[in-house]
Nanobody, 116 residues
Framework: QVQLVESGGGLVEAGGSLRLSCAASGFTFSSYAIVWYRQGPGKERELIATISSGGSSTNYADSVKGRFTISRDNAKNTVYLQMNSLKPEDTAVYYC?????????WGQGTQVTVSS
């Protein structure tokens, strides 16, 4: 059974940091690029970061570039999202998935709330 479980969210003040984790099971994790999406209140789901299957290539949305870093540990079947200099507009539920997206792989996400 495929599972992608996000964790590490929480409440943080503006300017603070959080590290999110995405733990995968049930498929050959190291064969897939992984993406992080987020969905803020009243907003559509937004692609914010991508990492290649081996971890050598990453891409970011302009809204998070320079503040967020995606990484992965294929030995642990886990992808991370280090989020620094957080802003209130980063408040959202954060999700991970494979790339290409598999609609049945979406997890519950992890809530990040940034207070001003």
């Amino acid at each position: 059974q495929v599972q992608l479980v996000e964790s590490g969210g929480g409440l943080v003040e503006a300017g603070g940091s959080l590290r999110l984790s995405c733990a995968a099971s049930g498929f050959t994790f190291s064969s897939y690029a992984i993406v992080w999406y987020r969905q803020g209140p009243g907003k559509e789901r937004e692609l914010i970061a991508t990492i290649s299957s081996g971890g050598s290539s990453t891409n970011y949305a302009d809204s998070v570039k320079g503040r967020f870093t995606i990484s992965r540990d294929n030995a642990k079947n886990t992808v991370y999202l280090q989020m620094n200099s957080l802003k209130p507009e980063d408040t959202a539920v954060y999700y991970c998935n494979t790339f290409p997206i598999k609609s049945n792989y979406w997890g519950q996400g992890t809530q990040v709330t940034v207070s001003s």
